[in-house]
Protein backbone atom coordinates (compact mmCIF):
# COMPACT_ATOMS: atom_id res chain seq x y z
CA UNK A 1 0.00 0.00 0.00
CA UNK A 2 2.46 2.39 0.76
CA UNK A 3 4.61 1.52 -2.38
CA UNK A 4 1.22 3.34 -4.27
CA UNK A 5 0.83 5.85 -2.06
CA UNK A 6 4.29 6.78 -2.54
CA UNK A 7 4.20 6.26 -6.39
CA UNK A 8 1.08 8.26 -6.45
CA UNK A 9 3.02 11.51 -5.05
CA UNK A 10 5.68 11.01 -7.79
CA UNK A 11 3.12 11.45 -10.62
CA UNK A 12 2.57 14.34 -11.94
CA UNK A 13 -0.75 15.82 -10.76
CA UNK A 14 -1.81 16.18 -14.79
CA UNK A 15 -1.60 12.42 -14.58
CA UNK A 16 -2.96 11.44 -11.27
CA UNK A 17 -5.84 13.78 -11.47
CA UNK A 18 -6.69 13.11 -14.99
CA UNK A 19 -10.56 13.25 -16.09
CA UNK A 20 -12.15 10.73 -17.38
CA UNK A 21 -13.52 10.73 -20.64
CA UNK A 22 -17.14 10.98 -19.37
CA UNK A 23 -16.54 14.05 -17.23
CA UNK A 24 -14.70 15.47 -20.43
CA UNK A 25 -17.82 15.27 -22.25
CA UNK A 26 -19.61 16.69 -19.58
CA UNK A 27 -17.63 19.81 -18.75
CA UNK A 28 -17.42 20.24 -22.60
CA UNK A 29 -21.28 20.21 -23.04
CA UNK A 30 -21.62 22.32 -19.65
CA UNK A 31 -19.00 24.99 -21.34
CA UNK A 32 -20.82 24.89 -24.98
CA UNK A 33 -24.23 24.58 -24.00
CA UNK A 34 -25.01 26.76 -20.47
CA UNK A 35 -25.08 29.97 -22.70
CA UNK A 36 -27.94 28.56 -24.60
CA UNK A 37 -30.15 28.24 -21.45
CA UNK A 38 -32.00 31.67 -20.24
CA UNK A 39 -33.35 31.96 -16.49
CA UNK A 40 -36.74 32.89 -16.76
CA UNK A 41 -38.74 34.83 -13.96
CA UNK A 42 -42.22 35.39 -14.21
CA UNK A 43 -44.67 38.09 -11.98
CA UNK A 44 -47.75 38.35 -11.77
CA UNK A 45 -49.38 41.99 -11.82
CA UNK A 46 -48.97 44.81 -9.54
CA UNK A 47 -45.99 42.51 -8.03
CA UNK A 48 -42.91 45.23 -9.56
CA UNK A 49 -41.08 47.31 -7.20
CA UNK A 50 -38.05 49.38 -8.62
CA UNK A 51 -39.21 47.74 -11.82
CA UNK A 52 -37.46 44.34 -11.04
CA UNK A 53 -39.77 41.56 -10.53
CA UNK A 54 -40.27 39.82 -8.03
CA UNK A 55 -41.03 36.11 -8.35
CA UNK A 56 -44.87 35.25 -8.85
CA UNK A 57 -46.55 32.98 -11.26
CA UNK A 58 -43.03 31.09 -11.18
CA UNK A 59 -39.27 31.35 -12.12
CA UNK A 60 -37.36 28.62 -13.94
CA UNK A 61 -35.13 27.97 -17.41
CA UNK A 62 -35.90 27.74 -20.99
CA UNK A 63 -33.88 27.09 -24.17
CA UNK A 64 -32.82 29.40 -26.94
CA UNK A 65 -34.48 27.98 -29.77
CA UNK A 66 -33.37 30.45 -32.39
CA UNK A 67 -31.51 33.66 -33.10
CA UNK A 68 -34.70 35.58 -33.36
CA UNK A 69 -34.95 35.28 -29.69
CA UNK A 70 -38.01 32.28 -29.23
CA UNK A 71 -37.68 30.62 -26.32
CA UNK A 72 -38.79 27.77 -24.80
CA UNK A 73 -40.08 26.36 -21.58
CA UNK A 74 -42.97 25.78 -19.53
CA UNK A 75 -46.29 26.70 -19.42
CA UNK A 76 -47.19 26.83 -15.54
CA UNK A 77 -44.31 28.97 -14.66
CA UNK A 78 -45.84 31.78 -16.83
CA UNK A 79 -49.73 30.69 -17.52
CA UNK A 80 -50.53 33.78 -14.98
CA UNK A 81 -47.47 36.17 -15.40
CA UNK A 82 -48.06 39.98 -16.03
CA UNK A 83 -43.87 40.35 -16.94
CA UNK A 84 -42.13 37.78 -17.74
CA UNK A 85 -38.32 38.32 -17.35
CA UNK A 86 -35.38 36.49 -19.26
CA UNK A 87 -32.14 36.55 -17.98
CA UNK A 88 -29.33 35.48 -20.30
CA UNK A 89 -25.93 33.73 -19.46
CA UNK A 90 -24.51 36.90 -19.61
CA UNK A 91 -26.39 38.43 -16.95
CA UNK A 92 -28.66 40.70 -19.70
CA UNK A 93 -31.93 41.38 -19.24
CA UNK A 94 -34.50 41.60 -21.52
CA UNK A 95 -38.58 41.46 -21.01
CA UNK A 96 -40.76 38.44 -22.58
CA UNK A 97 -43.10 38.70 -25.18
CA UNK A 98 -45.39 35.60 -24.75
CA UNK A 99 -46.06 33.55 -27.88
CA UNK A 100 -48.01 31.17 -27.53
CA UNK A 101 -48.81 28.03 -24.64
CA UNK A 102 -50.25 24.78 -24.95
CA UNK A 103 -52.16 23.35 -21.70
CA UNK A 104 -52.04 19.48 -23.40
CA UNK A 105 -48.30 19.18 -22.95
CA UNK A 106 -47.27 22.37 -20.41
CA UNK A 107 -45.29 23.75 -22.57
CA UNK A 108 -44.81 27.19 -23.81
CA UNK A 109 -42.80 29.98 -26.70
CA UNK A 110 -41.48 33.49 -25.57
CA UNK A 111 -39.95 36.20 -27.40
CA UNK A 112 -37.43 38.49 -26.22
CA UNK A 113 -35.68 41.23 -28.70
CA UNK A 114 -31.83 40.51 -28.15
CA UNK A 115 -28.68 40.72 -30.87
CA UNK A 116 -28.69 37.81 -32.54
CA UNK A 117 -25.33 37.49 -31.39
CA UNK A 118 -25.85 37.47 -27.83
CA UNK A 119 -28.57 34.06 -28.64
CA UNK A 120 -26.39 31.15 -28.83
CA UNK A 121 -28.90 28.13 -30.09
CA UNK A 122 -29.31 24.52 -28.03
CA UNK A 123 -29.33 22.08 -31.08
CA UNK A 124 -32.79 19.77 -31.35
CA UNK A 125 -32.12 15.77 -31.60
CA UNK A 126 -34.57 13.12 -31.97
CA UNK A 127 -36.87 11.13 -28.92
CA UNK A 128 -37.79 8.79 -30.92
CA UNK A 129 -35.28 6.10 -30.14
CA UNK A 130 -34.25 6.86 -26.98
CA UNK A 131 -33.60 3.62 -24.66
CA UNK A 132 -33.62 3.17 -20.72
CA UNK A 133 -30.36 3.10 -19.35
CA UNK A 134 -29.25 6.08 -21.92
CA UNK A 135 -26.83 8.78 -20.14
CA UNK A 136 -28.69 12.24 -20.06
CA UNK A 137 -27.84 15.80 -18.65
CA UNK A 138 -30.18 17.91 -17.45
CA UNK A 139 -28.83 21.88 -17.49
CA UNK A 140 -30.77 24.72 -15.98
CA UNK A 141 -30.67 28.30 -14.74
CA UNK A 142 -32.89 28.69 -11.59
CA UNK A 143 -31.29 31.85 -10.45
CA UNK A 144 -30.62 33.90 -13.35
CA UNK A 145 -27.26 33.82 -11.31
CA UNK A 146 -25.31 30.70 -12.78
CA UNK A 147 -26.44 27.59 -14.33
CA UNK A 148 -26.27 23.87 -13.02
CA UNK A 149 -25.36 20.94 -14.52
CA UNK A 150 -27.07 17.01 -13.32
CA UNK A 151 -26.42 13.77 -14.70
CA UNK A 152 -28.28 10.82 -14.46
CA UNK A 153 -29.88 7.99 -16.67
CA UNK A 154 -33.30 7.86 -18.68
CA UNK A 155 -35.09 5.34 -16.02
CA UNK A 156 -38.56 4.57 -18.46
CA UNK A 157 -40.28 6.36 -21.02
CA UNK A 158 -44.19 6.55 -22.23
CA UNK A 159 -44.83 7.66 -19.18
CA UNK A 160 -48.31 9.64 -18.34
CA UNK A 161 -48.01 12.75 -15.91
CA UNK A 162 -50.45 15.01 -14.74
CA UNK A 163 -50.05 18.30 -15.97
CA UNK A 164 -50.71 21.64 -13.38
CA UNK A 165 -53.73 22.01 -15.18
CA UNK A 166 -55.10 18.77 -14.86
CA UNK A 167 -54.45 17.67 -18.79
CA UNK A 168 -52.76 14.41 -18.77
CA UNK A 169 -49.33 14.55 -20.91
CA UNK A 170 -48.69 11.01 -22.67
CA UNK A 171 -45.24 8.95 -23.59
CA UNK A 172 -43.34 11.15 -20.81
CA UNK A 173 -39.55 10.59 -19.81
CA UNK A 174 -38.71 10.12 -16.59
CA UNK A 175 -35.16 10.30 -15.47
CA UNK A 176 -33.20 10.07 -12.26
CA UNK A 177 -30.95 13.37 -13.00
CA UNK A 178 -31.72 15.92 -10.29
CA UNK A 179 -34.33 18.28 -11.71
CA UNK A 180 -35.35 20.76 -9.23
CA UNK A 181 -38.18 23.27 -9.83
CA UNK A 182 -35.89 25.97 -10.79
CA UNK A 183 -34.46 23.73 -13.49
CA UNK A 184 -38.06 23.29 -14.95
CA UNK A 185 -38.48 24.37 -18.53
CA UNK A 186 -34.46 23.53 -19.06
CA UNK A 187 -33.01 21.64 -21.62
CA UNK A 188 -32.55 17.53 -21.08
CA UNK A 189 -29.83 16.74 -23.03
CA UNK A 190 -28.19 13.54 -24.69
CA UNK A 191 -24.67 12.76 -24.48
CA UNK A 192 -24.16 14.56 -27.35
CA UNK A 193 -25.09 17.96 -26.55
CA UNK A 194 -28.77 17.64 -28.04
CA UNK A 195 -32.04 18.77 -26.75
CA UNK A 196 -34.18 15.68 -26.01
CA UNK A 197 -36.66 16.91 -23.59
CA UNK A 198 -37.98 19.50 -21.61
CA UNK A 199 -37.76 19.28 -18.07
CA UNK A 200 -40.87 20.03 -16.56
CA UNK A 201 -41.47 18.50 -12.98
CA UNK A 202 -40.49 16.84 -10.29
CA UNK A 203 -42.69 13.49 -8.50
CA UNK A 204 -41.86 15.11 -4.59
CA UNK A 205 -44.09 16.11 -2.27
CA UNK A 206 -41.75 18.26 -0.28
CA UNK A 207 -40.32 19.55 -3.63
CA UNK A 208 -37.18 18.60 -3.25
CA UNK A 209 -35.45 16.32 -5.89
CA UNK A 210 -35.95 12.73 -4.48
CA UNK A 211 -34.41 11.01 -7.77
CA UNK A 212 -37.54 11.04 -10.05
CA UNK A 213 -37.98 13.69 -12.84
CA UNK A 214 -40.03 14.26 -15.61
CA UNK A 215 -39.45 15.18 -19.61
CA UNK A 216 -41.74 16.47 -22.53
CA UNK A 217 -39.89 14.57 -25.31
CA UNK A 218 -38.38 16.79 -27.80
CA UNK A 219 -40.47 15.26 -31.19
CA UNK A 220 -43.38 16.25 -29.26
CA UNK A 221 -41.92 19.92 -28.58
CA UNK A 222 -40.85 19.97 -31.91
CA UNK A 223 -44.83 19.63 -33.10
CA UNK A 224 -46.07 22.10 -30.61
CA UNK A 225 -43.57 25.05 -30.81
CA UNK A 226 -44.10 24.99 -35.04
CA UNK A 227 -47.85 25.74 -34.22
CA UNK A 228 -46.92 27.99 -31.36
CA UNK A 229 -45.02 30.49 -33.38
CA UNK A 230 -47.27 30.37 -36.28
CA UNK A 231 -50.32 31.15 -35.08
CA UNK A 232 -50.07 31.06 -30.92
CA UNK A 233 -52.02 28.13 -30.00
CA UNK A 234 -52.39 23.91 -30.96
CA UNK A 235 -54.85 22.76 -33.50
CA UNK A 236 -55.43 18.94 -32.85
CA UNK A 237 -57.84 16.51 -33.90
CA UNK A 238 -60.04 14.59 -31.36
CA UNK A 239 -61.96 11.72 -31.71
CA UNK A 240 -64.16 11.88 -28.64
CA UNK A 241 -63.74 8.16 -26.59
CA UNK A 242 -62.76 7.46 -23.47
CA UNK A 243 -61.44 4.07 -23.91
CA UNK A 244 -59.39 1.10 -21.78
CA UNK A 245 -56.39 -1.41 -23.53
CA UNK A 246 -57.70 -5.06 -23.32
CA UNK A 247 -55.67 -8.46 -22.62
CA UNK A 248 -56.22 -11.53 -23.03
CA UNK A 249 -57.17 -11.95 -19.22
CA UNK A 250 -59.63 -8.99 -19.42
CA UNK A 251 -60.40 -10.31 -22.53
CA UNK A 252 -61.98 -13.61 -21.65
CA UNK A 253 -63.67 -12.43 -18.53
CA UNK A 254 -65.52 -9.86 -20.89
CA UNK A 255 -66.30 -12.53 -23.31
CA UNK A 256 -65.23 -10.58 -26.25
CA UNK A 257 -64.08 -12.39 -29.69
CA UNK A 258 -60.54 -10.86 -29.18
CA UNK A 259 -57.73 -10.70 -26.96
CA UNK A 260 -56.39 -7.51 -27.25
CA UNK A 261 -58.19 -4.13 -28.91
CA UNK A 262 -59.24 -0.75 -26.88
CA UNK A 263 -62.78 -0.94 -25.58
CA UNK A 264 -64.97 2.15 -25.98
CA UNK A 265 -66.22 2.41 -22.61
CA UNK A 266 -67.49 6.09 -23.38
CA UNK A 267 -68.25 8.40 -26.46
CA UNK A 268 -69.06 12.06 -25.72
CA UNK A 269 -72.03 13.51 -27.41
CA UNK A 270 -71.76 15.27 -30.72
CA UNK A 271 -67.65 14.06 -30.86
CA UNK A 272 -67.00 12.74 -34.16
CA UNK A 273 -67.04 9.58 -32.70
CA UNK A 274 -70.33 9.98 -31.56
CA UNK A 275 -71.68 11.47 -35.28
CA UNK A 276 -70.21 8.30 -36.59
CA UNK A 277 -72.35 5.52 -35.00
CA UNK A 278 -69.92 4.51 -32.49
CA UNK A 279 -70.90 2.96 -28.84
CA UNK A 280 -69.68 3.55 -25.60
CA UNK A 281 -70.26 0.42 -22.60
CA UNK A 282 -74.13 -0.12 -21.86
CA UNK A 283 -73.28 -1.58 -18.08
CA UNK A 284 -70.35 -1.18 -15.26
CA UNK A 285 -68.87 -4.60 -14.38
CA UNK A 286 -65.95 -5.60 -12.19
CA UNK A 287 -62.52 -7.11 -13.01
CA UNK A 288 -60.43 -6.98 -10.15
CA UNK A 289 -59.91 -3.76 -8.54
CA UNK A 290 -61.33 -2.26 -10.96
CA UNK A 291 -65.11 -0.56 -12.93
CA UNK A 292 -65.38 -1.58 -16.62
CA UNK A 293 -67.91 -0.17 -18.94
CA UNK A 294 -68.64 -2.68 -21.07
CA UNK A 295 -71.14 -3.69 -24.00
CA UNK A 296 -69.39 -1.12 -26.46
CA UNK A 297 -67.43 -1.59 -29.52
CA UNK A 298 -64.11 -2.65 -29.19
CA UNK A 299 -61.69 -1.29 -31.71
CA UNK A 300 -58.98 -3.63 -33.07
CA UNK A 301 -57.47 -1.92 -35.86
CA UNK A 302 -56.91 1.84 -37.32
CA UNK A 303 -56.40 2.39 -41.01
CA UNK A 304 -55.92 -1.39 -41.73
CA UNK A 305 -53.31 -1.60 -39.10
CA UNK A 306 -53.78 -3.32 -35.35
CA UNK A 307 -54.01 -1.84 -32.21
CA UNK A 308 -53.86 -2.36 -28.87
CA UNK A 309 -53.02 0.81 -27.03
CA UNK A 310 -55.47 4.19 -26.03
CA UNK A 311 -51.82 5.62 -26.51
CA UNK A 312 -51.46 4.76 -30.19
CA UNK A 313 -54.90 5.41 -31.08
CA UNK A 314 -54.48 9.27 -29.56
CA UNK A 315 -51.06 9.66 -31.70
CA UNK A 316 -53.07 8.79 -34.58
CA UNK A 317 -55.38 10.61 -33.72
CA UNK A 318 -53.51 13.76 -33.19
CA UNK A 319 -51.41 13.19 -36.64
CA UNK A 320 -54.78 13.68 -38.70
CA UNK A 321 -55.91 17.13 -39.35
CA UNK A 322 -59.48 18.41 -38.71
CA UNK A 323 -61.43 17.07 -41.44
CA UNK A 324 -59.74 14.16 -42.38
CA UNK A 325 -61.02 10.59 -41.78
CA UNK A 326 -59.93 7.94 -39.61
CA UNK A 327 -60.69 4.42 -40.53
CA UNK A 328 -61.66 2.14 -37.67
CA UNK A 329 -61.98 -1.75 -37.50
CA UNK A 330 -64.68 -2.61 -34.66
CA UNK A 331 -66.36 -5.74 -33.16
CA UNK A 332 -69.42 -4.84 -32.48
CA UNK A 333 -72.10 -7.54 -30.95
CA UNK A 334 -70.17 -10.05 -32.70
CA UNK A 335 -69.83 -8.82 -35.94
CA UNK A 336 -66.24 -7.22 -37.57
CA UNK A 337 -67.11 -3.57 -39.47
CA UNK A 338 -65.16 -0.93 -40.37
CA UNK A 339 -66.35 2.80 -39.77
CA UNK A 340 -64.82 6.04 -41.21
CA UNK A 341 -64.82 9.00 -38.26
CA UNK A 342 -64.76 12.41 -39.68
CA UNK A 343 -62.08 14.49 -36.81
CA UNK A 344 -62.93 17.56 -35.70
CA UNK A 345 -60.82 20.09 -34.45
CA UNK A 346 -60.56 19.36 -30.79
CA UNK A 347 -62.48 21.78 -27.83
CA UNK A 348 -60.17 24.24 -26.01
CA UNK A 349 -58.18 23.45 -23.24
CA UNK A 350 -58.83 25.51 -20.15
Known amino acids: ?173 QTDAAINPGNSGGPLLDTDGRLIGVNTAIFSESGGNIGIGFAIPVNTARRVVSQLIEKGHVTRSWLGISGLKIDPEMAAFLGLPVPRGILIGQVIPESPADKAGLKGGLRAVRFLNQTLMAGGDLIVAVEGEEIGEMESLLELVEAKRPGEGLRLGLHREGRVQEVEVILEEAPPLP
Open 1 to 173: MLFWLSLLILLPLTQAWALLPEEEIQILIYQELSPAVVNITASVRGEEFFSRPLPGAGSGSGSILDREGHILTNRHMIEKAGSIQVTLADGGRFLGRLIGTDAQTDLAVIKIEAPPERLQVVPLGDSADLRVGQKVLALGNPFGLDHTLTAGIISSLHRTLRAPNGCLMRGII
